[in-house]
C-alpha cells in the first residue's frame, strides 16, 4: 500500500478534499477508509455512502474531534474484527454486504482498517470512488475500474490460493469475484 492505488492528492485536512471534491459529483457510491480521510469529507459536507475507521491514524487514537465527527448519526454502525496487518474473512463478509446497503454504513474496525481498501476496491460496484489516506502525503482517489478489479484480484491470488479446497476459501472467492449471497 506504500505506492498510491489511484491519484494521490497531496495536502493535509480541508485544503486536499478541495482539491478533487469537484470529481465526487456522481459516483456510483464513495467509500472512504481511515478516521482522518472520512473527517475531513464530513468537515467539507461530503457523505460517504460507506466508511470504514478504527479511531486510530498511524497507530494512534485519534483526536476527540475525529472520534465525535466520524460517529455521524446519519451512518448504521456496523462492528467487524479485523487484526493488524490481515484481511479477515469477517471483514470481507461485511463489507460485501455494506457495499450493497440501500443506507449509509459506518464499519468500525476493532484492529486495523488500512487494509479494507483492497476488498472494498475488489467488491465495489464499478465507478465507485474509494478515497483512503497515503500517510504524510495526502489522498488517494480510487475509480472503480474492470482494470483496478484485476488488479486488486491479483494481489489475493498471490496471497489466497484461488483453487482451495478448504470450503471457507471458496465462499470468499466467490465474494471476492462478485457472486454476492442474498
Known sequence: MKKPLGTLYRGK???TIEKFVGRL????KLISVGDVTTFH?????????????????QRFPVSDEVLVRTKDRLYR???VD???GTISEELILTLEKA?????PVRIFVRGEE???TLPVIALAPLGTVVLYGQPDEGVVFVEV??????????LFKKIIPEKSRNPKMKHIWRILNGYFDS
Open 13 to 15: 485536512g480541508k485544503d
Open 25 to 28: 459529483e456522481n459516483p456510483t
Open 41 to 57: 469529507l464530513l468537515e467539507a459536507g461530503v457523505f460517504p455512502d460507506l466508511c470504514i475507521v478504527d479511531d486510530r491514524t
Open 77 to 79: 454502525e456496523v462492528l
Open 82 to 84: 479485523n487484526p493488524a
Open 99 to 103: 457495499v450493497r446497503a440501500k443506507t
Open 114 to 116: 488500512d487494509l479494507a
Open 145 to 154: 475500474t474492470e482494470e483496478k478489479k484485476a488488479f486488486v484480484l491479483g
